[in-house]
């Protein structure tokens, strides 16, 4: 069969037609082809040092689903999937996406991006700066207040860094460098000065130290200091020279003119008859603190050599002043018109004989009538004296004479140049030694020779010695309480007849406040100088 042929006329009209039939094909094509979809990148938010928060929007998927979208990044700019990326889900429309382990300080460049079957589809590029993870900044002032074993020093902390300073304090130690894992203060928080106090220092030791401050981010440490503790010093004391002295009394002091590296506790002086007195002898004790003291020395022996030197004791231990030496005076006497001898002791301002009067004569050379009987001593009306139960072999030189209140009083029973001593004398003996809850013990001879068990308190460390002679009563006549009281006139008259005594006790360190007592009552004296 022959091929079919077209008219020319038809293979005409064909050709003319051909570029509209093309065209509409290639139309044709178009409307069933597809694009990449169509995003925006937001800007980046919720920037820390590590991480931020970037969005992007799809406003077109390009005629095919988007299988995946996200955020790309890098250090360099214009990043793609190729890049490290944050998957941020699929389809059209807002997301975010927070991207994480991102260095500190670091610029970043972004890009959404959007996936379908016909290619990837990119974003505008967007940058981001991480912020710095700052550890404090802090400064170490210089170490003040130092002692053997503690001192103090102050830090700054002039900024708190990338988060809040949670603690701060001073690093302190032997070896350089020192850091939070060994010895340190905590001294509260945040920004500003503080001030730490260390203790439990070696003495003479150098140390290091730094300030501390600490935040989430970490500890930084202020510039290293050193110091060296001082010294273990005990305190600098002086002697003075001694004054006042008398037979066996005598003044002296001195003056702690540093109390070393702690607090003087004890000060005074020591004195003994060997070179080099210490506390563990005959010692004062006149207060605490520095400066100047005064100290009073009792219960020396008349005509001998002593030594003495101050001392101040502090926690380190005990420091003394130059030795000094004086002599007391010797032993001054005095006698009786009768010859009777007697010795003496100065006390405070007053010298006093150290015994009982045994005189029976008044200083003009007039007799005193010796009473023996009961009755007439009751009824005496003028000086009389007598002996402790009329026995004056046994009682004579142990406790000396009894006399009633005439002779007492009359102005002339003790030796020229000295008297029976006024109310007001024994008040100047007993404020001396230290008031009436005292003094009594100072005064009394020691042990039970003469005085009956326990004779509480007595230590004669004045030299007073005095002895319990007794009494003679007025009702009655008798003697009583030898060797249980030691009584003593006064020559001051007292109210409605009466005179005043003083009176001590076997039992009691005190001595008795002013007694009354009748005239015809009897009792022993002692004498005080003029």
């Known amino acids: 069969m022959k091929p079919r042929t077209f008219p020319l006329a038809i293979r005409f009209i064909g050709l003319l037609l051909l570029p509209f039939i093309l065209i509409n094909c290639k139309k044709s094509d178009n409307s069933t082809s597809s694009t990449v979809p169509s995003v925006t990148t937001q800007t980046p938010v919720a920037i820390t040092d590590s991480s931020a928060t970037v969005g992007g929007f799809i406003s077109s998927d390009g005629g095919l689903v988007v299988i995946e979208r996200g955020i790309c990044y890098g250090k360099n700019q214009t990043p793609s999937i190729a890049d490290q990326t944050m998957k941020g889900g699929t389809g059209t429309g807002s997301y975010t996406c927070v991207i994480t382990h991102l260095d500190q300080g670091t610029t970043y460049y972004a890009r959404a991006y959007a996936l379908n079957s016909g290619g990837t589809g990119y974003g505008n590029q967007v940058s981001f700066t991480t912020s710095l993870r700052l550890v404090p900044v802090v400064t170490t002032d210089s170490v003040r207040n130092i002692t053997p074993t503690g001192a103090k020093c102050s830090g700054n902390v002039t900024s708190e860094g990338s988060s809040s300073v949670t603690s701060r304090g001073i690093c302190w130690g032997t070896s350089h460098s020192p850091g939070i894992a060994g010895t340190h203060t905590l001294d509260g928080s945040g920004s500003g000065i503080f001030t730490g106090t260390f203790s439990g220092l070696t003495p003479s030791t150098v140390y290091y130290v730094r300030a501390f401050a600490t935040n989430i981010i970490g500890t930084s440490y202020g510039t290293e200091l050193t110091f060296t503790t001082a010294a273990v010093q005990s305190p600098l004391v002086t002697t003075d020279s001694v004054s006042n002295i008398g037979h066996t009394t005598a003044m002296c002091g001195g003056n702690v003119t540093s109390e070393g590296t702690s607090s003087v506790t004890s000060r005074g002086?020591?004195?003994?008859?060997?070179?080099?007195?210490?506390?563990?002898?005959?010692?004062?004790?006149?207060?605490?603190?520095?400066?100047?003291?005064?100290?009073?020395?009792?219960?020396?022996?008349?005509?001998?050599?002593?030594?003495?030197?101050?001392?101040?004791?502090?926690?380190?231990?005990?420091?003394?002043?130059?030795?000094?030496?004086?002599?007391?005076?010797?032993?001054?006497?005095?006698?009786?018109?009768?010859?009777?001898?007697?010795?003496?002791?100065?006390?405070?301002?007053?010298?006093?004989?150290?015994?009982?009067?045994?005189?029976?004569?008044?200083?003009?050379?007039?007799?005193?009538?010796?009473?023996?009987?009961?009755?007439?001593?009751?009824?005496?009306?003028?000086?009389?004296?007598?002996?402790?139960?009329?026995?004056?072999?046994?009682?004579?030189?142990?406790?000396?004479?009894?006399?009633?209140?005439?002779?007492?009083?009359?102005?002339?029973?003790?030796?020229?140049?000295?008297?029976?001593?006024?109310?007001?004398?024994?008040?100047?003996?007993?404020?001396?030694?230290?008031?009436?809850?005292?003094?009594?013990?100072?005064?009394?001879?020691?042990?039970?020779?003469?005085?009956?068990?326990?004779?509480?308190?007595?230590?004669?460390?004045?030299?007073?010695?005095?002895?319990?002679?007794?009494?003679?009563?007025?009702?009655?006549?008798?003697?009583?309480?030898?060797?249980?009281?030691?009584?003593?006139?006064?020559?001051?008259?007292?109210?409605?007849?009466?005179?005043?005594?003083?009176?001590?006790?076997?039992?009691?360190?005190?001595?008795?406040?002013?007694?009354?007592?009748?005239?015809?009552?009897?009792?022993?004296?002692?004498?005080?100088?003029?």
């Open 269 to 530: 002086v020591c004195w003994g008859t060997a070179h080099n007195p210490a506390i563990t002898g005959n010692h004062t004790v006149d207060g605490s603190g520095s400066g100047v003291f005064t100290s009073s020395i009792s219960g020396l022996s008349s005509g001998t050599l002593y030594y003495v030197r101050a001392y101040a004791t502090n926690t380190v231990g005990t420091s003394y002043g130059a030795e000094v030496s004086f002599t007391t005076m010797g032993p001054e006497t005095v006698t009786d018109i009768d010859g009777n001898v007697y010795h003496t002791i100065t006390l405070s301002t007053q010298v006093w004989i150290v015994e009982n009067l045994k005189t029976t004569r008044l200083n003009d050379g007039t007799s005193i009538p010796l009473v023996t009987d009961g009755n007439v001593w009751m009824g005496q009306t003028g000086p009389g004296y007598c002996w402790y139960d009329n026995n004056q072999g046994a009682y004579e030189d142990t406790y000396g004479a009894i006399y009633n209140f005439y002779a007492a009083a009359s102005g002339i029973l003790a030796p020229v140049g000295w008297h029976i001593p006024t109310d007001a004398d024994w008040t100047v003996l007993t404020d001396y030694l230290g008031g009436l809850p005292v003094a009594g013990g100072k005064m009394k001879e020691a042990g039970t020779a003469h005085w009956m068990y326990p004779n509480t308190g007595a230590d004669n460390s004045s030299g007073f010695t005095a002895l319990p002679g007794g009494y003679r009563s007025s009702a009655s006549g008798a003697f009583h309480n030898l060797q249980i009281d030691g009584y003593y006139w006064t020559s001051t008259s007292a109210a409605s007849g009466y005179a005043y005594l003083r009176w001590l006790c076997y039992n009691t360190a005190a001595i008795v406040s002013r007694s009354n007592a009748l005239p015809n009552d009897g009792f022993p004296v002692r004498c005080v100088k003029d």
